[in-house]
């Protein structure tokens, strides 16, 4: 079985946001999958996505504080700042963090730890909504 979809993630501000159920909303079939994977794919080069802590929201705090240390604004080696000073910063932490995730699928659900969610890593300041695409492959229950 082969799904594929594409979907809208609302306008987050600045930051790291916990998107698992939102993005489980929109892929209801994923439930009728005994075994298989799901890819998802940010189709934005100013955005990222990730794995990480799904409980304590000071995890994408600190995520955002150290991100912004590592990748700093107005630095005056930047040669592409026509679109504001947080575009080309945005940029490179999109490359360290990545664009797509793949997650296996076992029973029906997401086989990640009780403890992992998909973050949206919004990397502007005002990064407008977000497209995903969602693949899914896998036997059927």
Known sequence: ???????QLPAYRRGFHLVTAEILNQIPELKQIHIGL???????TSASLTINENADPTVRKDFESFFNRTVPEEQPYYLHNDEGSDD???????????????IPITQGRLNMGIWQGIYLCEHRNHGG???????LQGEKL
């Open 1 to 7: 079985m082969w799904i594929q979809k594409e979907i």
């Open 38 to 44: 799901l890819n998802i794919l940010i189709k934005h």
């Open 88 to 102: 080309l910063p945005a940029h490179l932490k999109s490359s360290l963090l990545g664009a797509s995730l793949n």
């Open 129 to 135: 909504s977000r497209s995903l695409v969602l693949t």
